[in-house]
């Protein structure tokens, strides 16, 4: 029986991996969970489901109290480090945003393993979490799920590149993005996600944090990591060996077949996710990505490259550009520009040091004063 302890536990992620806990009783079992604060009568009712009898909370930790009559809370803006820190064989990390780095590293130190979906604790603090091992951390990204597992078809010296897929988002197709409206942004045509991860999608500004992760996750080389679209989102990622073979990761699009793996791993829990169906026609699309439409993710490889303070910087920035936009502050073709015109301002902090997490925060302090200038310029 595994130990697991859900951060993000209310969000899209968390809601799955309770789902696969769930119909696996006999594999897992959660002990703690956490959650923003946002909608504490879930989190109650999720602890109630599972018997969970610790939940932290960054906010609203009075009215969880309340209501979870029995329950241990731990609230304040330290809840989900603290709640990761509790002893297990797994935490799965679903919180959006840097703020999530955090409890990463409180996971790690206190000799947890950790399920990352927070992608941003290695694209702002890769250099303080990488050093508690590539062994303590498994992904539940589908891409790098899927490149986890196609690795293990060869060495890592037979491996000349990894490629990861993109759906392209909400506007793969459309040429003009001037005049978008959220709703739009937030109409993903195949992936049902929370709302920054959809608009980072739209913007292909995830796929640019995703190469920052693998570069981090796979000790790959920025130069042996490459991204393509792929509208039906099937095929998860791929690794291209010296000998010409290329290996492909394949399962429906939706995210318990990587939360799955990530929970039981190297175990495979049967019936995670349906499979394909091979009694009917299938016509999957490949073609590179219009890097003139979508910056991102060049962008988001300079960033790498130059290293530093700047991959923070980006994600910050980004940070800064949505909320703006999902606030009506700021058009959907200004998101990318707001990130790209912060990162050169900032650019002498690719000679930055991360050290810890507060140089990790007074970086993101920097891009976040920066970005929020240059959005009010644009208003």
Not at 75 to 84: L, R, S, T, W, Y
Not at 263 to 284: M, N
Not at 321 to 328: L, Y
């Amino acid at each position: 029986m595994r130990e697991i302890v859900v951060l993000g536990s209310t969000g899209s992620i968390g809601v799955q991996a309770l789902e696969v806990i769930a119909a696996n009783p006999d594999k897992f079992k959660v002990i703690a969970l956490c959650a923003g604060g946002s909608n504490v009568p879930a989190l109650i009712a999720q602890a109630q489901d599972h018997g969970v009898s610790v939940i932290g909370v960054s906010s609203n930790g009075d009215q969880a109290r309340s209501l979870g009559a029995g329950i241990e809370v731990i609230d304040g803006p330290n809840a989900a480090a603290e709640i990761a820190a509790i002893t297990c064989d797994l935490v799965l990390n679903g919180i959006t945003g840097s703020i999530g780095l955090g409890p990463t590293l409180a996971a790690l130190a206190a000799g947890n393993k950790v399920a990352l979906a927070n992608k941003e604790s290695l694209v702002a603090g890769g250099a303080l979490v990488i050093p508690f091992g590539l062994d303590r951390i498994i992904p539940v990204d589908s891409e790098h799920s899927a490149l986890y597992q196609c690795f293990m078809a060869g060495t890592r010296s037979e491996v000349k590149r990894a490629i990861l897929t993109a759906s392209g988002g909400a506007f793969r197709d459309r040429s003009d993005l001037t005049d978008v409206t959220l709703a739009e942004a937030l109409a993903h045509p195949t992936w049902a996600m929370g709302p920054v991860v959809t608009i980072n999608s739209a913007t292909l500004v995830n796929k640019g944090l995703e190469i920052i992760e693998a570069h981090y996750l796979f000790d790959l080389p920025y130069q042996q990591i490459d991204a393509v679209i792929h509208p039906q989102s099937v095929i998860h990622s791929m690794v291209e060996f010296v000998d010409g073979a290329t290996i492909a990761q394949l399962s429906p699009p939706n995210m318990k077949g990587p939360i799955a793996y990530a929970l039981g791993a190297p175990d495979r829990t049967a019936h995670a996710t349906q499979s394909i169906d091979w009694t009917q026609s299938h016509s999957w699309e490949f073609s590179p990505i219009n890097e003139k439409r979508f910056p991102a993710v060049n962008l988001a490889r300079h960033c790498g490259v130059r290293g530093g303070g700047l991959p923070a910087v980006f994600n910050a920035a980004n940070e800064v550009a949505v909320a703006a936009f999902m606030n009506q502050e700021l058009a959907f073709s200004e998101i990318v520009a707001i990130v790209a015109e912060s990162v050169e301002s900032l650019d002498s902090l690719a000679n930055s040091q991360v050290r810890d997490i507060s140089d990790v925060t007074a970086i993101e302090d920097d891009a976040r004063r920066v970005a929020r200038s240059l959005v009010l310029e644009n208003r």
